[in-house]
């Protein structure tokens, strides 16, 4: 079935470090792409989403691109800052009415000062 | 401010009760949906609507109840049948399902079983 992996965390960094998060997918058709972020006690926000091959999603210093070569759309940000530190999620949605997101498990960031 | 509303924050159930989570949103949004969220397993589809009185099962629906009777609304029933129900809860709505449809997410509800 259809699925999305997340690299494994926590992610501890220090500011102004880069980041990336790896995500890759298994799908049989086409999806929409997206990244959404969970600070503590929360809900989910969007952060980010692609809709087509080779689109690039930004927010907020935070880039990622989907590449359907090689099934990715990993999350990057050239110097993340301590309000970055919080569980960020990949999620797959596909283009046809009647489905819902299908999400990886989470990676955890920590930034310290 | 239009968003996504849940209650209660925080829940206690007792062994054997069943208890219903609100979910209200006032985006005018036709799908609504909810997930369960356990530490380290992300998060899991329960039950998801795509228009008022439709409800589709999701990939962990056995234990749940659903009602759609308002666009508005889609309360969810955890119901005894539930054998492990402690996690946190999260509504969710979109303009409409797929199609890349952005959803958004309410703040979540905290179940926990005593």
């Known amino acids: 079935g259809d699925s999305v992996t997340q690299m494994e965390g926590p992610v501890t960094l220090s500011e102004e470090a880069f980041l990336t998060i790896n995500c890759t997918y298994t799908a049989t058709g086409y999806p929409s792409l997206f990244w959404y972020v969970q600070y503590p006690g929360e809900g989910l926000q969007l952060l980010l989403k692609?809709?087509?091959?080779?689109d690039k999603g930004s927010n907020k210093g935070f880039e990622a691109t989907y590449r359907k070569e090689t099934t990715s759309f990993h999350l990057e940000k050239g110097s993340v800052q301590v309000s970055d530190s919080a569980v960020y999620f990949c999620a797959l949605s596909y283009n046809q009415a009647g489905t819902a997101l299908i999400f990886g498990k989470g990676t955890t960031l920590s930034v310290s000062s | 401010d239009g968003g996504i509303t849940q209650s209660p924050k925080y829940l206690f159930r007792k062994e054997g009760q069943n208890v219903t989570l609100s979910c209200e949103q006032n985006?005018?949004?036709?799908?609504m949906y909810w997930y369960r969220q356990d530490p380290g397993q992300g998060l899991r589809l329960i039950y998801y609507?795509?228009?008022?009185?439709?409800?589709q099962k999701g990939d962990i629906a056995e234990g749940y109840s659903v009602s759609r009777e308002k666009k508005e609304s889609f309360p969810l029933t955890v119901t005894s049948a539930q054998k492990n129900p402690t996690a946190f809860y999260l509504c969710?709505?979109?303009?409409?399902?797929?199609?890349?449809?952005?959803?958004?997410f309410g703040e979540g509800s905290w179940l926990t079983v005593v």
């Open positions: 969710a709505s979109s303009a409409r399902t797929g199609i890349g449809n952005t959803i958004y």
């Open positions: 692609a809709t087509k091959a080779d």
């Open positions: 985006l005018n949004h036709d799908a």
């Open positions: 609507s795509q228009i008022v009185n439709d409800f």
